[in-house]
Every structure is written in structure tokens, then in C-alpha cells.
């Protein structure tokens, strides 16, 4: 490993450093597992600059100083870059997707710029906005990392089993441990919150439906395993899956939905207008009408942005499922 000069120090001594700090009677009524500890002891790992970053496709990166202006490339960090409150100024897609996706909606009207498609940035209109700190994406960016680099300091990221580890690692890299520490709490007892109040319904089923063309009355099965926040009894709401849900995305049918017949159908769709079209739609087709949760009512409109599993994301999911099932 090379040596570190000066004040350079690598995220790793900077994360070790706080811990020490705490078994040396830092408070750590806010800390959680596997984050900085927050509360009188935060200030360490956020005051190490410069820092020393290995990304998730191995590259080595140093970052001088706390970045102040943060160009994302895929739409998806967007709202990581939210939920730890920092200066974003570019995204990918950011115009479609701050105008349709609920868990932008802060950043509406706010100036993010528009860099293009995720996969094919356009690196003439990065270069203008002047970053100095460049996200990357593994899956996507790849072939354009070096041409990325000349512009800012790049770091991609990816490959996260969950949202939890991604917050971090993006915490880990903008200097936002603390602020990350806390979103982290605070989401889980949101979510052990919402699933005590859903506790009443656990004999209930639940469907995940997504539409994917209004026009062609397409749908999609949102896997179980996939909306993780949704269905789990541990880490998240603790919803029943009807018999014979899929575990990840499947193409749906309304024969197939019939014979599942949930008790409640979770309906996804771009927008509130997208939804109405499709449910107008689906009170001409018999098979949908006949569907339990059509008869009673259950239907819940959830913006398609809460399916993306953000911390941002389950906050709006939480709030939306408690409303529609608890409260109607």
C-alpha cells in the first residue's frame, strides 16, 4: 500500500479511527451497524480530506477535498445524492426523471442539469457544468471511464447487494458518513414503524403490478425478492405474497393475476394519469373487474419511483401503503 502524506488518509483508517474513538467513550446512541457513528464522534471520517478511494470496479482514486459539485451519471444516484443532501448539479435523464419520479420531486425546479442517457452521456455538456467529482456506474460506464476522468475525478460504483450498502459506499465517497449513519436509522424505524401498523393485515396478500404500456395494457410481476422492502418480515414492511408470486420480474397476465386473486394490488405506474387510464381501462375487461382486490377496492397507486429501493423509495412506499391500507 502506498504511504499517505500529509493529511491524506484512506477511508478505511478514517472509518477505523472512528470506532476507536467510540470505544473510547464516544457516545453512540445514534451509531448502526456497519456506518460511522454519529453524534459528538461524527466529525472524523468527514474531515478526512484528502481521502483515498478504491471503487467498485478497482480503481484507485484520491479526492483532494469534499466535493461541491457532483455529477452523477446514472438517474438511479440521484436519490442517494438527496437522502445525504449533497450538491448535485448534473444527472442522467435528470429532466424525465425529476419530472415523473415522486422521489425527485424536491429537486423540481432546483436547476439539475440534463447530461443525456446514462450509458452515452454527453461529455461536452459534463465538461461545461465543470464537476469535481464524477459518479460513475459499473454496469454502464465502463468504456467511457477514462474519457470521464479527464474531466473530474471518476469513482464507479456498483454491484450493492442493498440499499444500505450503497448508501454507504456513497457516503464513503462524498464525505457523508454522519448524514448517511442517520438516514440509515432513521429508515429502518421507519420501517419497523409502518410493518407494526400493517401487522393487522399479515393474512392479507399483496401483488406488485407494474405498467409497462398503457396503450398495449402490459404489465409486469414485481418479484418478491426483488422488492425485498416490501415483502420481508425482517427488514422490511412484512408483506404475504399470493401463492405463486414470482420471486423476481415477470411478464403478467390477467388470467395469471386471477388465479393468484390477491387481497391487494400494489399498482405502479409512471404517473397518476397513467394509473387512471389503465384502471378505466381495466373496469371494461371482465377478469380484471372480478378480481378481489378490484371488488373491494384495493387497489394502491404507487409512483414508479418507489419501486427503485432507495432509502427515498421506501420512505414514499411506507407512507403510501400504511395510507391505502391502514388509513382508507
Not at 471503487?55 to 436519490?79: N, Q
Not at 461545461?128 to 460513475?136: A, F, K, N, Q, V
Request: proline residues 4%.
Amino acid at each position: 500500500m502506498k504511504k499517505l502524506r500529509g493529511l491524506m488518509v484512506s477511508v478505511s483508517i478514517a472509518l477505523l479511527l472512528v470506532v476507536l474513538m467510540g470505544c473510547a467513550g464516544t457516545p453512540a446512541e445514534n451509531s448502526v451497524a456497519g456506518a460511522p457513528e454519529a453524534g459528538s464522534g461524527d466529525g472524523v471520517a468527514d474531515q478526512a480530506w484528502p481521502r483515498t478511494i478504491i471503487d467498485a470496479a478497482g480503481h484507485e482514486v484520491t479526492l483532494e477535498k469534499a466535493p461541491s459539485r457532483i455529477v452523477v451519471v446514472h438517474f438511479s444516484d440521484m436519490e442517494y445524492m438527496l437522502a445525504l443532501n449533497a450538491p448535485l448539479i448534473g444527472a442522467g435523464f435528470a429532466e424525465s426523471r425529476i419530472a415523473m419520479w415522486d422521489t425527485l420531486e424536491p429537486y423540481r425546479g432546483k436547476g439539475i442539469v440534463d447530461i443525456g442517457s446514462s450509458a452515452a452521456p454527453n461529455l461536452e455538456k459534463i465538461l461545461e457544468l465543470d464537476p469535481d467529482l464524477i459518479i460513475g456506474n459499473i454496469s454502464f460506464n465502463a468504456d467511457i471511464y477514462d474519457e470521464l476522468r479527464k474531466i473530474a475525478p471518476t469513482v464507479n460504483l456498483g454491484g450493492y447487494a442493498t440499499w444500505e450498502d450503497r448508501l454507504k459506499a456513497t457516503a464513503e465517497v462524498i464525505g457523508k458518513e454522519a448524514e448517511a449513519a442517520e438516514y440509515q436509522e432513521k429508515t429502518h424505524q421507519l420501517l419497523a414503524d409502518s410493518r407494526g401498523k400493517l401487522s393487522s393485515y399479515s393474512d392479507q396478500t399483496f401483488a406488485s403490478l407494474r405498467i409497462t404500456s398503457s396503450e398495449q395494457k402490459t404489465m409486469e410481476l414485481l418479484g418478491s425478492k426483488e422488492l425485498g422492502a416490501y415483502y420481508s418480515s425482517e427488514r422490511g414492511l412484512g408483506l404475504k405474497a399470493p401463492d405463486q408470486y414470482p420471486e423476481t420480474w415477470q411478464s403478467a397476465t390477467m388470467e395469471g393475476i386471477a388465479v393468484m386473486d390477491p387481497d391487494y394490488i400494489l399498482l405502479h405506474a409512471d404517473s397518476k394519469a397513467a394509473y387512471d387510464q389503465f384502471t378505466q381501462w381495466g373496469s371494461q375487461q371482465s377478469v380484471w373487474s372480478n378480481l378481489k382486490a378490484v371488488k373491494n377496492g384495493h387497489i394502491i397507486y404507487l409512483n414508479m419511483s418507489v419501486w427503485s429501493g432507495s432509502p427515498r423509495a421506501i420512505e414514499l412506499a411506507a407512507q403510501n401503503l400504511v395510507a391505502g391500507v391502514v388509513e382508507n
